[in-house]
């Protein structure tokens, strides 16, 4: 293990958010590329708007991207507790140095104050901030006001004159002027530590060496830079990493497609897809590579090759993406991937044993982009066709005699011998001469009397997997219904 330690640091007051888990996969990948380890932190400090169903919710959607953490909920470690919400007297105790210190100032003002200070600012064109009223009171005038039972806040003394400025690893050199900068609260009135305060205390005590995060956090750092300075304590490196954007460049929102990650589960993306189009959305290789394993993008992966830009969200992209690794996955996992759509099918498994079920995968592997499209196209397996395809009756009712001639092949298939690929092939194909026809005027409208449909996997392989018994039957029950004749 190298000294390195990230953090996601996720609030559960959602599902886990297609943003946050592109955080999570960048902050995974560092940490493994350089064996360094990944902590996951829960900032439940929200009491209204966290709720423990979206931690669940945000574990099992890492879980599914295959992003797993060294320390954390259900992984334990040596900087627990993991959730906000049980570290107060890890705040507590920094507030308490700061004040032993004289880092931090009582400040009494109230909203009132603070919100008229700030319009007048405002209007007077000026970036509004804290005046420092409070650090002027006199000591024992603040003893006294304590004393009285006056509530405050606490904030860090005279920061508002200090410049930050740091190397972002994503965004370059960035530098704050003391005209952006105030004397921030780290403690609220009612006692809670503020928000960047808690970061702040929890990445010291974790040991985070690098804070990988969304530019929407960029207004942060800053503030949490002078936290650091108060508190004797070295910055970890920074790196901003840019927006997910939709098509139309604007933040990626509901508008642009989902962007909450278990939706993509649920429309039949594969997690090893899903991870690897995540890992492009800011990130390339030096070369245009675009489908990597886990391990190559592990071993490839670096801050330096993160645009300091937005990245575009294209889900035709993603969806291209998961046609590729559908097709490569093995016939037995397609199948086993596949199952709890195919599941929801009318006559589903049927008689069909695994190893033709393995088959049927196979056949249709070729044919989806979307595990959740496995269900339209091989519906026919399992249950006979309701309707047959418009244009494709249209075209079978060119094929003379249609009806006699589905009813020999029905007969030639009864007695079939053996009724495998190549057997059925030469029925269709002697059937198809002897009527001194092309073949092709056979196996359209086989197909259709098959599966209802003019594409499908190849009509023999098809047929064997469907068997003799369905192949005669749909073929009579074809012939019966006439339906090209309509
Ligand atoms: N809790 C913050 C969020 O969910 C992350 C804070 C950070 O990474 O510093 O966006």
Request: charged share 25%; proline share 5%; aromatic share 10%.
């Amino acid at each position: 293990m190298s000294d390195i330690r990230v953090r996601f640091a996720p609030s559960p007051t959602g599902n886990l958010h297609v943003g946050s888990a592109r955080t999570a996969i960048f902050n995974w990948l560092f940490a493994r590329h350089h064996q360094g380890t990944f902590i996951l932190r829960i900032e439940d400090t929200d009491q209204e708007r966290s709720k423990p169903e979206y931690t669940r919710a945000i574990l099992d959607g890492l879980r599914w991207l295959g992003v797993d953490w060294d320390e954390g909920p259900e992984a334990g470690g040596d900087c627990g507790p993991y959730f906000q919400s049980r570290r107060r007297s890890f705040y507590d105790e920094a507030l308490q140095r700061l004040r032993h210190e004289g880092k931090v100032y009582p400040c009494f003002c109230t909203p009132e104050r603070l919100q008229d200070l700030r319009t007048a600012q405002l209007s007077a064109k000026q970036n509004p901030r804290y005046d420092g009223r409070c650090l002027a009171l006199a000591d024992d005038e603040v003893a006294q006001r304590i004393a009285a039972g006056e509530p405050f806040a606490l904030r860090i003394k005279a920061a508002r004159l200090e410049s930050v400025e740091w190397t972002d690893l994503c965004k370059g050199l960035v530098s704050i002027g003391p005209e952006m900068l105030d004397d921030i609260v780290v403690a609220k009135s009612d006692g809670y530590p503020t928000y960047n305060f808690a970061v702040v205390v929890d990445d010291i005590t974790m040991g985070i060496s690098h804070v990988i995060r969304g530019e929407d956090h960029i207004s942060n750092t800053p503030k949490q830079i002078l936290i650091y300075r108060a508190l004797g304590a070295t910055p970890p490196r920074f790196a901003h990493i840019p927006m997910i954007l939709g098509e139309d460049r604007s933040k990626m929102s509901k508008r642009h497609g989902s962007t909450n990650v278990v939706e993509y589960e649920r429309q039949g993306y594969l997690s090893e897809a899903f991870f690897n189009f995540m890992t492009l959305l800011g990130w390339s290789p030096s070369d245009d590579q675009e489908i990597f394993t886990r391990d190559e993008v592990v071993r490839r992966f670096s801050l330096d090759r993160v645009s300091p830009s937005g990245a575009i969200f294209d889900i035709n992209k993603l969806k291209w993406m998961n046609g590729m690794y559908i097709r490569q996955l093995s016939p037995a996992e397609m199948l086993d991937r596949a199952e709890p759509f195919l599941s929801t099918l009318e006559g589903y498994p049927g008689d069909y044993s695994r190893e033709q079920r393995v088959e049927i995968a196979r056949q249709l592997r070729e044919r989806i982009e979307l595990l959740t499209e496995i269900t339209d196209a091989a519906g026919y397996f399992f249950h006979e066709p309701a309707e047959y395809d418009e244009k494709g009756l249209a075209k079978a009712a060119k094929t003379p005699d249609l009806a006699a001639v589905m009813e020999d092949l029905a007969a030639a298939l009864a007695t079939t011998e053996p009724f495998d690929e190549a057997g059925i092939e030469a029925a269709v194909r002697q059937l198809a001469e002897a009527r001194g026809m092309g073949a092709g005027k056979v196996i359209h409208p086989t197909r259709l009397a098959l599966s209802g449909r003019i594409a499908g996997p190849g009509l023999f392989e098809m047929m064997h997997v469907l068997g003799r018994a369905r192949c005669v039957t749909r073929l009579r029950r074809f012939v019966e219904r006439h339906p090209w004749e309509f």
